[in-house]
């Protein structure tokens, strides 16, 4: 059994997190759309997620939609007392499994609702304002009205911590004017480093970054640098791949993806990979080989 403490701590709202952490949306079934094929098999990815120590657990209420909130609620409940589940609001599902962006104050007062009764809380520790004026990446635009809602739903003691996601630093600048913002999730890992100043700039602010597609989402990152690296080090390259977040910034927080219990063994046991500074410059230059092929 490894020991995922070896990946240090951070201050998340006012909670004390692993920085290892377990993103539950693989859970659900294809295309995050129905149930898992396997219902007892993720119930058992969640308990052994928490087994293994993990007390931050990602999900929304649109994965399934319904599906990912309610498995970890059978698995996991009555919850551990250190457990910080986060969730999203911001998008709901069509029928054509499209993601669709709801961002009226109907809906997100009713993304809270649903949330609050899948999960079988009295109140969310954190929910992520997911912006959808591009689902695929950050883009400009005001997202004072939706986060005002968000931020009378906390005033209304139903939310505790407020974060964003998919957002640029204007946007972030912005709704650190209209509430505090503890947390901030979009698209990043050793290949995609849109984001590199951003997350230092987090830091100095004490805000929490967690990278979502932290091994590449639905392609899987691949990478002969990650795989000699790994081999190298008797490691696997998503171990790596997870290793190098852990040592970017101390205000990474993970949360890795997976429906295999095998799997999400091999990604706690990342925590105690040590990378040796030769391989840390090795795998900075993955993403600028990444953007010379784009
Ligand atoms: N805010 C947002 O817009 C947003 C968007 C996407 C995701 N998220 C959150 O971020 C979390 C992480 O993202 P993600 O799950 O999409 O992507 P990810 O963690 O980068 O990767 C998940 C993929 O990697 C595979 N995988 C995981 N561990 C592996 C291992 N050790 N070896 C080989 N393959 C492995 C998984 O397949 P297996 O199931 O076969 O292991 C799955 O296909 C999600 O669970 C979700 O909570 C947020």
């Known amino acids: 059994m490894s020991s995922i403490e070896k990946a240090g701590t951070f201050t998340l709202g006012d909670r004390t997190v692993k920085r290892l952490g377990y993103g539950a949306m693989q859970l659900a079934g294809p295309g995050v759309f129905g149930p898992p094929k396997d219902h007892q098999a993720a119930l058992a990815v969640l308990r052994a997620a928490v087994a293994g120590g993990v007390n931050h657990i990602d999900t929304s209420?649109?994965?399934?939609?319904?599906?990912?909130n309610r498995l970890i609620r059978e698995a996991l409940a009555p919850y551990p007392d250190d457990l910080v589940i986060v969730t999203k609001i911001g998008a709901r599902r069509g029928a054509d499994r499209s993601w669709i962006p709801a961002f009226s104050a109907e809906e997100l007062t009713q993304a809270v609702h649903d949330n609050l009764r899948n999960l079988g809380l009295d109140v969310l520790e954190v929910v992520n304002l997911r912006i959808m004026f591009d689902a695929h990446g950050p883009a400009e635009g005001s997202i004072e009205a939706p986060l005002t809602v968000l931020a009378e739903l906390q005033r209304q003691g139903l939310v505790r911590h407020i974060g964003l996601s998919n957002v640029t630093p204007a946007q972030i600048a912005q709704g650190r004017r209209i509430?505090?913002?503890?947390?901030?999730?979009?698209?990043?890992?050793?290949?995609?480093?849109?984001?590199?100043?951003?997350?230092?700039?987090?830091?100095?602010?004490?805000?929490?970054?967690?990278?979502?597609?932290?091994?590449?989402?639905?392609?899987?990152?691949?990478?002969?640098?990650?795989?000699?690296?790994?081999?190298?080090?008797?490691?696997?390259?998503?171990?790596?791949?997870?290793?190098?977040?852990?040592?970017r910034?101390?205000?990474?927080?993970?949360?890795?993806?997976?429906?295999?219990?095998?799997?999400?063994?091999?990604?706690?046991?990342?925590?105690?990979?040590?990378?040796?500074?030769?391989?840390?410059?090795?795998?900075?230059?993955?993403?600028?080989?990444?953007?010379?092929?784009?």
């Open 61 to 68: 209420d649109f994965y399934g939609p319904h599906v990912t």
């Open 179 to 247: 509430c505090e913002i503890v947390c901030v999730q979009n698209h990043y890992n050793v290949a995609h480093r849109t984001d590199d100043a951003l997350i230092d700039a987090l830091a100095g602010g004490g805000i929490a970054y967690v990278p979502y597609f932290p091994l590449g989402g639905f392609t899987p990152l691949q990478s002969s640098t990650l795989s000699d690296i790994a081999q190298r080090l008797r490691a696997t390259p998503m171990q790596v791949a997870l290793a190098w977040l852990l040592r």
């Open 249 to 294: 910034a101390p205000n990474i927080l993970l949360i890795p993806g997976t429906s295999s219990v095998a799997h999400l063994q091999e990604n706690l046991a990342a925590a105690e990979l040590d990378l040796p500074d030769d391989t840390m410059v090795a795998l900075d230059g993955i993403s600028a080989a990444a953007a010379s092929t784009h």
